[in-house]
C-alpha cells in the first residue's frame, strides 16, 4: 500500500512539474554558448519565445523551466549572437551581382575579357561593373580608355575600382558627362595624358558621370536586395550597417522588410545629398525592428589605394601630391553643427590624416556640452599621434580590419615608415576610445566576416604573411573582435538593448557555426562556416 501510493504521489509531482514548464517557441541545446554579456559568460542552452531570448542558462535548468514548440540539440556547437557589420554597402552588394564582376582581376587584360563576355551574354544598354585594383596588377598603374574605345565606341561603359572612389570610363561616357581636357574639378582628379583624359576618374568628377547614366529600374533594386540579403546570411550576418543610402533606397527597403519580403536588419546611414538630409533629419528618427535610421554619411575624402585620401603632408610615392577633401571642411564644420541639433549620429568616412583631423576637430566643435552622441569615424585609417586623444571625447572608431591585411603591401609605399605607424591602429583607438566597431566595407573587401575577426587578431592574410602579423601591436584580442563585430558595433547604432548578445529580453539573432572561434588555432578561423543563421528566432539559412 505504501508503496502504490509512493508511485501515486512521484506520479503527481511529475505531472505538476511538467504543467509549470512554461511554454516557448525555441528552446536551443546542447550548446557552446558565448553569450556577449556583461561578462562575457558562457551557457549551454536559451529559450525564445515571440522572437526574443526569454531566458539563458545550462541545459539542465533550460530543459526544466520550459516546453518548445521546437528543440535545437546543436551537439555541442559553438553559438555566438548575431553579427553586425558596422560598416558595409549592402545595397551596392546587391547592384554588384547584376553588374561585372571585376574582383580578382589579375592584369587590365583580363578586366577587358571579363566585360566582352558579360556584354555578349547580357547585351546591356550600359555596361557596368566593379572590383578593378591595379594594386594587384604586375604593372601597377592606372588604366586607360583606349582599348574600350575601340570595342565599345557607341556603348557606355563604366568599370568602378574596388573601393568605390574612381571610375574607368569610355570616351563615349566622357562625351555624355561633358568631361574634356578643359574640366576643373576641386574635390578629386580627373586624370590626364596628353592634356587628355585617360577616362580615369577619382572621386568628385563621378558625380558627374553618375548625373547622366540611367538608374537601376525598380525590378533590378529589389532583387539586388535580395541577392545581397542572401549572401550576408550565409556569412552569418543579421544587420548591417549600409554607409550610405537614398531615400528611394530606404523606402525600398522599409517596404520589403514591411512585407516580410526581407528579413534583413539594416542600420541605414542616409547618404550627404542635401535634399535627403534635409527630409529624413526634419522628420526625426525612424525605428522599427528591422530599419533603423539615425545617421547620415559623409565623405571628407578619398581612398589610399587610388591616393585619393587627404593627406598632411605628400604621398611619398607621389611627390606633391596631398590627395584631395571631397567634402570642403568648410562644409563638414556646418554640416556638424547641423546634425548635432538633431537626434541623428554623424558618420564621416576619413581616410588620410589631414582629413581625419580635420572631420575630427568638427566632431569636438560640433559635440560641445552634449553627451553620448556616439558620431562614427568611418575607417579612421591614418592618424597623426597627436590627434588620437580626439577618440576619448566619446567619438567611435568604425574599422574595417581586413583593409589592413589588403593594403600592408603597398601602404608603407604610400606613406613612409614613420606615418604607417599611425595607419590600422585599430588597438590604439580602442585604447582611447573604450569601443571600437567592426566591418568589411563590402563589396570593397570579402562579405565573409571571419576574414574580418582574422585579420583583427592575426593581422596577416589569409596565406598567413606576415609571419607575426603586420603592425602585431595593433592586434585585438579575440574578445575584443568579437564584441567589435557584436555588442559594440550594436552600441555605436544606439541599439544595444535589443541586440548584440545573447540575453533576456533581446531580439533572438544568433548563429551557429561549425568552429568555436575563441579556441582554435588562428589559421583555422577564415575557413570556419555558419550552419546556421537566426533573426528573431527564424531561421534564414
Not at 566593379?130 to 583606349?146: A, L, M, S
Not at 528591422?290 to 611619398?316: E, F, M, Q
Not at 545573447?502 to 557555426?513: M, P, S, V
Amino acid at each position: 500500500m505504501k508503496k502504490t501510493l509512493f508511485s501515486i504521489a512521484a506520479l503527481m509531482l511529475a505531472l505538476n512539474s511538467c504543467k509549470k514548464r512554461q511554454p516557448v517557441d525555441i528552446v536551443v541545446t546542447n550548446a557552446n554558448v558565448y553569450t556577449v554579456n556583461d561578462h562575457f559568460d558562457k551557457a549551454g542552452s536559451f529559450a525564445i519565445k515571440d522572437g526574443k531570448f526569454i531566458d539563458v542558462g545550462n541545459v539542465e535548468d533550460i530543459g526544466n523551466k520550459y516546453s518548445a514548440r521546437e528543440i535545437i540539440d546543436v551537439n555541442g556547437k559553438t553559438v555566438v549572437p548575431g553579427l553586425i557589420d558596422a560598416h558595409c554597402h549592402f545595397y551596392g552588394l546587391g547592384l554588384n551581382r547584376q553588374h561585372v564582376d571585376l574582383e580578382g582581376t589579375a592584369s587590365f587584360d583580363e578586366v577587358v575579357e571579363r566585360v566582352v563576355v558579360f556584354q555578349k551574354e547580357k547585351q546591356p544598354e550600359v555596361i557596368f561593373g566593379r572590383g578593378w585594383d591595379q594594386n594587384d596588377w604586375e604593372v601597377k598603374e592606372f588604366p586607360e580608355k583606349d582599348v574600350l574605345d575601340s570595342l565599345f565606341p557607341d556603348t557606355p561603359v563604366v568599370l568602378e575600382r574596388i573601393d568605390g572612389h574612381a571610375y574607368l570610363v569610355n570616351s563615349k561616357v566622357l562625351q555624355m558627362a561633358g568631361i574634356n581636357g578643359q574640366t576643373i574639378v576641386d574635390n578629386g582628379e580627373i586624370v590626364m595624358k596628353n592634356e587628355e583624359p585617360t577616362g580615369v576618374l577619382v572621386d568628385g568628377p563621378m558625380a558627374l558621370v553618375d548625373a547622366v547614366l540611367p538608374p537601376p529600374d525598380r525590378k533590378t533594386q529589389v532583387q539586388a536586395l535580395l541577392d545581397a540579403q542572401k549572401i550576408c546570411f550565409g556569412y552569418g550576418l543579421t544587420t548591417v550597417n549600409d554607409a550610405g543610402l537614398t531615400r528611394e533606397t530606404i523606402e525600398l527597403i522599409d517596404s520589403l522588410q514591411r512585407m516580410n519580403a526581407m528579413d534583413m536588419r539594416v542600420y541605414a546611414m542616409v547618404s550627404n545629398s542635401k535634399k535627403d538630409v534635409v527630409y529624413f533629419l526634419s522628420r526625426g528618427v525612424k525605428k522599427t525592428d528591422k530599419l533603423h535610421v539615425r545617421s547620415v554619411k559623409v565623405y571628407a575624402d578619398g581612398a589610399l589605394g587610388s591616393r585619393g585620401a587627404a593627406l598632411k603632408a605628400p604621398y611619398t610615392d607621389k611627390p606633391g601630391h596631398y590627395g584631395a577633401m571631397v567634402t570642403p571642411v568648410a562644409d563638414i564644420e556646418a554640416l556638424a553643427l547641423k546634425i548635432a541639433a538633431s537626434d541623428f549620429q554623424m558618420n564621416t568616412h576619413a581616410i588620410g590624416d589631414s582629413a581625419n583631423v580635420a572631420v575630427l576637430r568638427a566632431y569636438a566643435k560640433a559635440l560641445e556640452g552634449k553627451k553620448d552622441r556616439r558620431w562614427k569615424i568611418e575607417h579612421a585609417q591614418v592618424i597623426s599621434p597627436e590627434d588620437f586623444d580626439y577618440f576619448e571625447q566619446g567619438i567611435i572608431p568604425s574599422v574595417q580590419p581586413t583593409h589592413a591585411t589588403s593594403d600592408m603591401y603597398w601602404a608603407q609605399d604610400r606613406l613612409g615608415k614613420d606615418r604607417v605607424q599611425g595607419a590600422y591602429a585599430y588597438k590604439t583607438l580602442l585604447d582611447k576610445a573604450g569601443v571600437i566597431a567592426l566591418g568589411t566595407d563590402f563589396p570593397v573587401e570579402h562579405v565573409n566576416p571571419f576574414y574580418t575577426f582574422y585579420a583583427a587578431v592575426g593581422r596577416k592574410d589569409l596565406d598567413g604573411y606576415p609571419n607575426g602579423g603586420f603592425q602585431p601591436e595593433n592586434a585585438l584580442s579575440r574578445k575584443e573582435a568579437l564584441k567589435g563585430m557584436t555588442i559594440w558595433a550594436a552600441y555605436s547604432n544606439f541599439e544595444e538593448e535589443e541586440k548584440g548578445s545573447i540575453e533576456t529580453g533581446k531580439l533572438a539573432d544568433f548563429i551557429i557555426l561549425d568552429k568555436d572561434i575563441m579556441q582554435v588555432p588562428l589559421e583555422e578561423i577564415p575557413a570556419t562556416k555558419v550552419e546556421g543563421t537566426f533573426i528573431g528566432g527564424k531561421k534564414v539559412y
